[in-house]
């Protein structure tokens, strides 16, 4: 398999150390090559200049493809000159990984704000750009351990939109989205999917809201008849403890925290962002650039060594 490609996220934030650890911790049993300035990476980590992913395989010091970046680097203040640098390291990792040069995409975190400040980044995230650098109409965010995978079929609204937001559509397209993942990047031959309601006790037979009836119900009743093995709409308080984890494959959910907070606190330290739906393998460490310990020396690096370890398990399932 090619190796993986690693984009380095904010050069300010903790993507540089965590990518100095990640090659500590794995070496060359898992090849992945970091694309980004070296000048930013911090002292001596050791690093192997390549000029093409292939050379990553064997390497005896971190692979880095080199992306320069002008201006200076403080850690924990990002430099509006580094940003479209960000911006294009990330959309040369998704060119590599399309061609077939790189096995996946595995993005470091990038701060959003920084990226707009400077470059006029335009997009709400990592997962909005990549859908558009290669053309996906909809792409659904997973966040992945091995204790659960959640899928928020809204996200980053206030919670007073969600209920307007849910649309049969947006519900139909990520449950079909999920069940496909899966299936091609996880290798579960016949998914079993659970679906969480929005309201309370999943609206008590329409005590507590209607949207369980009138919306929920019928998208999973016309998704059973195409063949997909969905339970629900359940009530979100009582499908996250282990007997009832065990009982399904991934679990959607309508908003932000009713998904994020059952992984964050089964396994906050390894949580995964996959992005499903797009035409390569993308993982990201389900967490931000935590500016306020960057250079420090600080920083976890468990989640991204998760990140491109699920990056490899799912380009093998594609592969295999």
Known sequence: MPPIALSCGEPSGIGPELAQKAWGALGASLPFFWIGDPAHLPGGCPVTLIDRPDQAIGATGLPVLAHAMPGALTPGTPNPAHAQGVIDAIARGVDLALSGAAGALCTAPIHKKALSDGAGFAHPGHTEYLAALTGTPRVVMMLASDQL??????????????????????????????????????????????????????????????????????????????????????????????????????????????????????????????????????????????????????????????????????????SG
């Open 149 to 318: 995978r959640v899928v928020p079929a809204t996200i980053h609204l206030p919670l007073r939109d969600v209920a307007q937001a849910l649309t049969p559509d947006l519900l139909g397209d990520t449950i079909r989205i999920t069940h496909a993942g899966l299936i091609r990047d996880f290798g579960i031959a016949a998914p079993r999917i659970a679906i969480a309601g929005l309201n309370p006790h999943a609206g008590e037979g329409g005590k507590i809201g209607r949207e369980e009836l009138d919306l929920i119900a019928p998208v999973l009743d016309a998704l059973r008849a195409e063949g997909l093995n969905l339970i629900g709409p359940l009530s979100a308080d009582t499908m996250f403890h282990a007997a009832a984890r065990a009982g399904y494959d991934a679990a959607i959910c309508m908003y932000h925290d009713q998904a994020l907070i059952p992984i964050k606190t089964l396994d906050f330290d390894r949580g995964v962002n996959v992005t499903l739906g797009l035409p390569i393998v993308r993982t990201s460490p389900d967490h931000g650039t935590a500016l306020d310990i960057a250079g420090r020396g600080m920083a976890n690096p468990t989640s991204l060594i998760d990140a491109l370890k699920m990056a490899a398990r799912m380009a093998a399932a594609r």
